[in-house]
């Protein structure tokens, strides 16, 4: 057992996580390792993470922790779908057009699935990073399947 503390949506900051005793007073709340909380996971704390490393400029960080949570295929069909498109714009951003194109063509399938404009949209700002190898052949199949 570890303590944790507890993600609040409503801030998007992390708080300790406590409840009273007998005594009245607050102590931590023991959960097991590896599970914050019914929504907040080790994955989701990846997923943070890597968004982070994004708006920090080192993209690459922020794909290496993108495919590993999306290889241990435990999101939904629509969080796999936007994850894919996040991966997608964190390959765009350290330069690897052709792979981007690939993850991105993955999550443009999905948000059809699950007709997803938050997975859509992303893929829309990846297309934007994807301008200088606009020509190749996997950035172009990408901007067509948007398009299309």
């Known amino acids: 057992m570890i303590i944790v503390n507890h993600y609040k949506p409503t801030t998007g900051f992390l708080s300790w996580r406590t409840r009273e005793d007998s005594s009245r007073r607050p102590r931590p709340t023991m959960i097991p ?9 080790g994955g989701t704390l990846a997923l943070r993470t890597a968004s982070c490393y994004i708006e920090a400029g080192k993209p690459r960080q922020a794909a290496a922790l993108y495919a590993e949570v999306l290889a ?10 936007y994850f894919l498109s ?7 951003l350290s330069g690897e057009p052709d792979e981007a ?19 859509t949209r992303e893929l829309e700002r990846t297309l934007q990073s994807l301008r200088p190898w606009g020509s190749r052949p996997g ?6 399947a948007l398009r299309g």
């Open 33 to 41: 390792a590896g599970q914050f909380s019914t929504y907040f996971n």
């Open 86 to 92: 996040r991966l997608a714009a964190a390959l765009a």
């Open 72 to 81: 241990a295929n435990m999101l939904s069909r629509r969080d796999q779908g």
């Open 139 to 144: 950035p172009r199949q990408l901007r067509e």
């Open 101 to 119: 194109a690939v993850r991105g063509l993955e999550a443009a399938t999905l948000a059809t699935a699950t007709a997803s404009r938050r997975t």
